[in-house]
């Protein structure tokens, strides 16, 4: 059998992966002036979901310090929709699996199903908080940014999803799919900025 023409070819792959991930979270947040954003004293709940993201306790756990030494007192509210089997007690444990809970982050883990109403978007669907995360000070989202797997729009998965679905809990989460989720949840994001609550 005769081999058509071969020719050796080289594959340089850039690797970008962050070594040092807890550095990383302190000097962004850094950048971001998170001392200037927080009072001394304050309650500021960090979310956390259950999207499987690389290294996600190591991310919270760095945030959790971040926030206590700029004088602030941080728990973790789980934000994740209805996962979990939609109960208080499954998304603890959704959490505890990925290595999230009081003892690695050395702070509480409130979790609670029933959210707060926060009002309608342009379009009618209802937006709701997590009730931890409404009576803290200040909201701290972590999150990744990300194309959606079911659709495409200018905002897709990322920081307005988690706040308008994860924070909105098993309400929020049917509000949102209920309404189109691709036109929605930008609208939802903006219900919720506007509370003021968002570090």
Do not use: W
């Not at 701290?140 to 308008?164: D, Q, Y």
Request: hydrophobic share 45%.
């Amino acid at each position: 059998m005769d081999l058509p023409p071969l020719i050796h070819v080289h594959q340089r792959l850039v690797d970008q992966h962050i070594t040092d991930v807890p550095g990383e979270v302190r000097r962004q947040l850094a950048a971001a002036g998170l001392a200037q954003r927080v009072k001394p004293g304050s309650r500021i709940a960090v979310t956390a979901g259950s999207r499987g993201i690389a290294n996600i306790a190591a991310i919270v756990g760095a945030v959790v310090e971040e926030l206590k030494s700029a004088g602030a007192l941080p728990f973790v509210v789980p934000a994740m929709g209805s996962h979990g089997g939609a109960t208080a007690e499954g998304q603890r444990a959704v959490l505890a699996e990925y290595g999230i809970s009081k003892e690695s982050m050395c702070c509480p883990i409130l979790s609670d199903m029933s959210p707060v109403p926060l009002g309608r978007t342009p379009s009618g669907a209802a937006v709701f908080m997590d009730r931890n995360a409404h009576d803290a000070d200040g909201v701290l989202v972590v999150a990744r940014v990300k194309p959606h797997t079911s659709f495409r729009a200018p905002v897709e998965s990322g920081l307005c999803k988690m706040m308008a679905v994860g924070l909105g809990k098993q309400l929020g989460a049917e509000s949102m799919h209920q309404h189109g989720l691709a036109g929605v949840v930008e609208e939802a994001g903006r219900v919720i900025m506007a509370t003021g609550k968002i570090v």
